[in-house]
Structures are given as C-alpha cells and as structure tokens.
Nanobody, 127 residues
C-alpha cells in the first residue's frame, strides 16, 4: 500500500484547510486510515481516523467539532477538513493506515504501530 498526501499550507488562526490522502496498491489490507500529526516538542497525536468501509469514525477530543474526516471509496481517498484552526494545530500531518480498527486508541498509537505511512504535509497556523 502506498499513501500519497496532498494539501496543507499556511492559514491564519480561525481559518480552514483541507488535506487529502490517496491510497494505491493492496488497499484491501487497510481497515482504518487517517492522520497522525507531529509538532516540534509535542507528543505524536492521531487527530482522526475512519474505517475503510466508511463506517466508524474517531476524533481526538482536541479536534472534535472542528475537524471532519471522510472517505471516498471510489477513488480510495481520505479527506480531512480542518476548520477553526488554532496555532496548536500546527504540525506535520502524516497519512497512515492500520489493518486493525483501533478506535480511540488511534490517538496515541506509536509510529511503529501503524502499518503504512505516507509522506507528511505541513500545516502551519499563524497570523
């Protein structure tokens, strides 16, 4: 499986940004995919994930109500719409996938626990 992230950039606090991730290869091995973010000096955090079937969705408390994750099963693409962004959302966002569905554990998964990583995309929230 290969994951290709796109989007990201610079946005002012309170603004919105959308990032996406396209999967290719043996996507049948993916049961859950989403985003894991890493900011300098902070713990890795998984803000959101979705089952590949488009069923269950998980959001970390830090983004609940502001971020929306969705998946297009026809194009094998997952999207993360980020609204009301704050400086605390600044991070490199990595698209990642797992075979198991971890649910709320997605937020604290270690890097080694993801099955596949895509390249990161920088999201910077700054005035």
């Amino acid at each position: 499986v290969q994951l290709q992230a796109s989007g990201g950039g610079l946005v002012q606090p309170g603004g919105s940004l959308s990032i996406s991730c396209a999967a290719s290869g043996s996507i049948s091995s993916i049961n859950a995919w989403g985003w894991s973010r890493q900011a300098p000096g902070k713990e890795r955090e998984g803000p959101a994930c979705i089952q590949s079937s488009g069923g269950d969705i998980y959001y970390a408390d830090s983004v609940k109500g502001r971020f929306t994750i969705s998946a297009d099963t026809t194009t094998n693409t997952v999207y993360l719409q980020m609204d009301t962004l704050s400086t605390g959302d600044t991070a490199v966002y990595y698209c990642a996938s797992t075979n198991p569905w971890y649910g709320s554990l997605w937020s604290t998964l270690r890097a080694s626990e993801f099955d596949v990583w895509g390249q990161g995309t920088q999201v910077t929230v700054s005035s």
